[in-house]
């Protein structure tokens, strides 16, 4: 049997990871279309200050899917862990490269090419991140749809 726990946490890290990134991209292309140079300095500064807290909720969301998964080998797990690998370089090798570099050129003239390319390599990439973490987030709702009914019954005194 899985622990409540564990899964809470597990959800509550993705939920937040998704987020978190979603938020870090509404704000960009709100604040680039409406803002300032200033707004879009603050912004900068903003996404780099919040990288930790990403960070620290996407690896709670792997080590904890990686331990509820166990030994299993099946399709689901193995595409969300593929998943998470791609997620997690893009991360690593793409994203936050590019949050440290903008928050740095923030601080001159915001109309250079190299930050407009920058900035659409992060929207890019950001997406794409978005997508397989919510993919996975779906397919995790997908792979626990059967249990629900089991553990309604099971707190209720019944089984099924």
């Known amino acids: 049997m899985l622990n409540p726990l564990l899964v809470r946490l597990h959800v509550a890290a993705s939920a937040s990871a998704i987020t978190l990134i979603a938020t870090f991209l509404a704000s960009s292309g709100i604040t680039e279309l409406t803002g300032g140079a200033g707004d879009i300095r603050v912004l900068r500064h903003g996404v780099v200050l ?12 792997g080590l904890t899917g990686r331990h ?3 030994d299993s080998r099946s399709a689901i797990v193995r595409r969300k862990q593929r998943r998470l ?21 923030a601080a001159g003239p915001t109309t250079s090419r190299a930050f407009t390319a920058l900035e659409v390599t992060e929207f890019l990439f950001g997406t794409v991140n978005l997508s397989l973490l ?8 997908r792979m626990t749809r059967h249990r629900r009914p089991a553990q309604v019954a099971e707190r209720a005194g019944r089984t099924p």
Do not use: E, S
């Open 134 to 141: 919510v993919a996975n987030f779906r397919d995790g709702r």
């Open 85 to 105: 690998q791609v997620a997690a370089a893009v991360g690593v090798l793409v994203l936050v490269p590019c949050a440290l570099i903008l928050n740095h050129l």
């Open 50 to 61: 919040g990288l930790p807290l990403l960070v620290a909720c996407l690896a709670t969301a």
């Open 68 to 70: 509820l998964a166990g």
